[in-house]
């Protein structure tokens, strides 16, 4: 074994796949000066596949995925609309509460050849009772009716308003889901009120716009799902572990997924900026949110930016954000631990 190799085993011992963020982030900085380390060699996404939660079933009931929609004329981001896709599972019955979950960058969830194709996930857990009967939203970044959609190799950083929507810190893109899309859907389907039943989340720059809509109203959501979030400075996001520490705790729920091989900020130049850093960054969000006594829950896993990780584990994303939703400890109640079967219309 090469001492090369000896040091790469060892740097995994040290730092296991789910561990305490501080111990993960000793030693993951650079020394500034220091010359840019080379790629990882292999692909580090290899071994991050769909599991069969994440595929279609055999005599799974599917939701019917509705759409695409478009919220016109924002009034958060003047001269911008947003595109959204509705997905209404079998088991949806109008005349009961849904819980609901809106997912940024909806084009790369609900891609069905993509890394978590969504849709899937929410029919098996559904059917089997691992969720409750709920309503997804999958919405993409605002555009303006010139500019193109995103798409599967442009999530429009270079062709839309998301670094603005998603990176900036204000209540800006809070007011798009809670003023302009909440309306929308609300007017064609029944969903709870209660914000403990109501989850965001998304990848990268829609991680943080997804934390940043339930930090500024937690009184709408209160679950967060986040894959690789950019908590870095692109706009500043990096101050959000200290704004976690001096603010008043607020009711949420987050889990995070993060990477050893994400964007870890050392330049061309061979400078490391530890605040443009992805990993050591949502290591401080996992820092800042334990010692504040958040519910959080965190893996951190090997992988490079995107979400082939962050994808694979959506159906257990999901099922721990989740997890207290009512269930019945009847032993009579053959039906509770039964298929969720379809709602006759």
């Known amino acids: ?16 796949l789910v561990g305490p963020p501080i111990v993960c982030a000793q030693g993951a900085a650079p020394a500034p000066g220091a010359p840019a380390p080379a790629p990882p060699a292999r692909d580090m996404n290899a071994y991050y596949t769909l599991g069969p939660d994440s595929l279609e079933r055999d005599g799974v009931p599917r939701g019917e995925l509705r759409g695409p929609f478009v919220l016109r004329d924002s009034k958060a981001y003047p001269g911008t609309q947003h595109t959204y896709w509705v997905h209404v599972p079998a088991q949806y019955d109008p005349a009961v509460d849904a819980d609901l979950m809106i997912f940024q960058d909806g084009q790369a969830f609900i891609d069905m050849n993509g890394s978590a194709r969504a849709p899937n996930v929410l029919d098996n857990l559904i059917y089997r009772r691992e969720l409750p009967v709920m309503i997804t939203v999958f919405i993409n970044p605002g555009r303006t009716p010139e500019q193109p959609e995103p798409n599967a190799s442009e999530w429009g950083d270079r062709t839309t308003n998301r670094p603005t929507e998603y990176n900036e810190l204000d209540d800006r893109y809070a007011r798009v889901i809670v003023d302009e899309l909440l309306p929308a859907i609300t007017k064609d389907y029944r969903i709870t009120t209660d914000p403990s039943r109501r989850g965001i989340g998304g990848t990268s720059s829609g991680a943080i716009a997804a934390f940043t809509v339930a930090w500024h109203r937690p009184d709408q959501f209160r679950k967060v799902l986040s894959i690789v979030g950019s908590y870095t400075n692109i706009r500043g996001g990096d101050a959000y572990p200290d704004l976690i520490r001096k603010s008043e705790k607020k009711p949420l729920r987050i889990f995070l997924n993060g990477g050893r091989n994400d964007n870890r900020g050392v330049g061309r130049d061979g400078q490391y900026n530890e605040r443009r850093d992805w990993f050591r960054q949502n290591v401080r969000m996992a820092e800042a949110l334990t010692e504040k006594g958040y519910d959080l829950n965190y893996i951190w896993g090997i992988n490079t930016h995107g979400q082939r990780m962050g994808g694979a584990m959506l159906p257990e994303m999901l099922r721990w954000l989740w997890r207290d939703h009512p269930v019945s400890t009847d032993p009579m109640n053959t039906m509770e631990r039964s298929f969720r079967e379809p709602v006759k219309r």
């Open 1 to 16: 074994m090469t001492k090369t190799l000896l040091l790469q085993v060892a740097a995994l011992v040290l730092c296991p």
